[in-house]
């Protein structure tokens, strides 16, 4: 008796704060901070994910932690290739009959080298055939977008580590941009504006509690007030503060100006028939640092264009991948495959 065994299919979100992973059939099965922590005595991994991001700030002087990849692109091979076989694994088994195609986002504009990289780490990591789909186009797809349509979408998909930028048409990128400057930028600014107006010397994940809890991409009326606990700069001691989500916004305006000027610049290039669509359809936002509170708003307010959330912005560049590999013919053009 002949068998025919197809072979399993996962999308990955391959992020440079949080990985998202998909599986044909299953839909989105989890999400891990793309966090590796490593035992330099000698060289082996202790912690994948959420268990790794716990220990920032916290482990001995033997354990470091790393992103494998910045501003979406690959920092480290090594880890970045542990990291991928951790998500095959937990996805699909460690047992399997064939090895899995896998379907990986990339940030738009990246290098063929860039590109390579993240190739050579998905095949070490146990996969047969390798596709990559640019970011934007993605999150697109995972938002339920008409890019078949010849009318014109506009998504910006705001992730850790970059900021991507797209006009859609036809199941293409028709003009694209990408900046460096997302949620990791915005943990910073909070981190640099407490230390210079409070004298307050906070850690990462408690900029990124702030920014979370209390973040603002505008100013309000009645803004919501936090405890933050860090050390004070002169004594050195432990203390707490209180913060406004008006101070947050505040510390926000540096990355916050240079996403829109990015925005702006874009469309400036869009071609007229194109705006015009995006005019009546609206700017999609997409991506865990769109959930930034009234982010929408500035949106509207700086652009003069509508704006809205895409229904589970997180998860719409892994949804994205997930449908791309049931339209991989559809969507070759726009596909790099090895």
Not at 21 to 43: M, Q, Y
Not at 271 to 295: C, K, Q, T, W, Y
Request: with cysteine.
């Amino acid at each position: 008796m002949n068998f025919f065994w197809q072979p399993k299919r996962i999308g990955v979100d391959l992020g440079t704060a949080n990985s998202i992973v998909f599986v044909e059939g299953k839909g989105v099965v989890f999400e891990e901070p793309t966090v590796v922590a490593i035992d330099v005595s000698d060289l082996s991994i202790v912690a994948i994910g959420q268990e790794a991001k716990e220990m920032l700030g916290k482990a001995p002087e033997n354990i470091i932690i790393k992103r494998p990849l910045k501003n979406g692109v690959i920092a480290s091979a090594r880890v970045t290739e542990e990291l991928l076989k951790f998500f095959i694994n937990r996805a699909i088994g460690k047992i399997r009959i064939s090895k899995p195609e896998l379907m990986i986002s990339s940030p738009v504009g990246i290098t063929s080298v860039e590109k390579r990289a993240i190739v050579k780490a998905a095949v070490r990591a146990g996969a047969s055939k390798v596709y990559l789909i640019p970011e934007p186009l993605a999150a697109a797809i995972g938002a339920r977008l008409p890019i078949h349509s010849s009318a014109g979408s506009m998504i910006v998909n705001m992730g850790g580590g970059t900021t991507e930028i797209a006009v859609i048409s036809l199941n293409g990128i028709v003009i694209s941009s990408s900046v460096r400057i997302a949620g990791d930028a915005f943990n910073d600014a909070i981190t640099v504006y407490a230390r210079r107006e409070r004298n307050l010397i906070i850690g990462e994940q408690m900029a990124e509690k702030i920014k979370i809890q209390i973040g603002s991409a505008i100013r309000v009326d009645n803004p919501e007030i936090m405890e933050v606990s860090g050390r004070d700069l002169g004594s050195g001691l432990p203390r707490i503060d209180t913060f406004t989500a008006n101070e947050i916004a505040e510390a926000l305006k540096g990355p916050l100006s240079e996403i829109l000027l990015a925005i702006r610049r874009l469309l400036e290039k869009t071609p007229p028939e194109l705006s015009a669509d995006i005019i009546d359809r609206g700017i999609v936002m997409s991506g865990g640092s769109a959930l930034l509170h009234n982010f929408d708003q500035l949106f509207i307010r700086a652009l003069n264009v509508p704006a809205y959330l895409a229904d589970d912005p997180i998860r719409c560049v892994a949804r994205g991948t997930g449908i791309a590999l049931d339209h991989i013919s559809v969507l070759k053009k726009s596909l790099t495959t090895f």
